[in-house]
Nanobody
Framework: QVQLVESGGGLVQPGGSLRLSCAASGSTSSIFAMGWYRQAPGKQRELVAIITKSSSAYYPDSVKGRFTISRDNASNTVYLQMNSLKPEDTAVYYC?????????????????WGQGTQVTVPS
């Protein structure tokens, strides 16, 4: 099991910046990817950024160049630096962690979610 604790959301004016953090605890040695998703009212949850244990990162076009994901493997923490925020970035942001381990010759994949943190950018 992996437990996730998020922090860093809030209200920010357009063009401003916020930094989200997500600290993982528990069976962290099995984690191979950490990321962030967001869900705006009435919309589906969407990927914002994901980073592997070797720090390869992926961003959708909607945030590329504005958001940066990073991770500290020593503390099992993933960060999302959000710059040049826009009203359309308003959403609840969720930390996501994916883990893998092999047990008795069986591959076990799990996915864990944080509690969500609200980011609001007024228009």
């Amino acid at each position: 099991q992996v437990q996730l604790v998020e922090s860093g959301g809030g209200l920010v004016q357009p063009g401003g910046s916020l930094r989200l953090s997500c600290a993982a605890s528990g069976s962290t040695s099995s984690i191979f990817a950490m990321g962030w998703y967001r869900q705006a009212p009435g919309k589906q949850r969407e990927l914002v950024a994901i980073i592997t244990k070797s720090s390869s990162a992926y961003y959708p076009d909607s945030v590329k160049g504005r958001f940066t994901i990073s991770r500290d493997n020593a503390s099992n923490t993933v960060y999302l630096q959000m710059n040049s925020l826009k009203p359309e970035d308003t959403a609840v942001y969720y930390c996501n962690v994916r883990s893998y381990y092999s047990e008795y010759g069986r591959d076990v994949f799990n996915e864990y979610w944080g509690q969500g943190t609200q980011v609001t950018v007024p228009s």
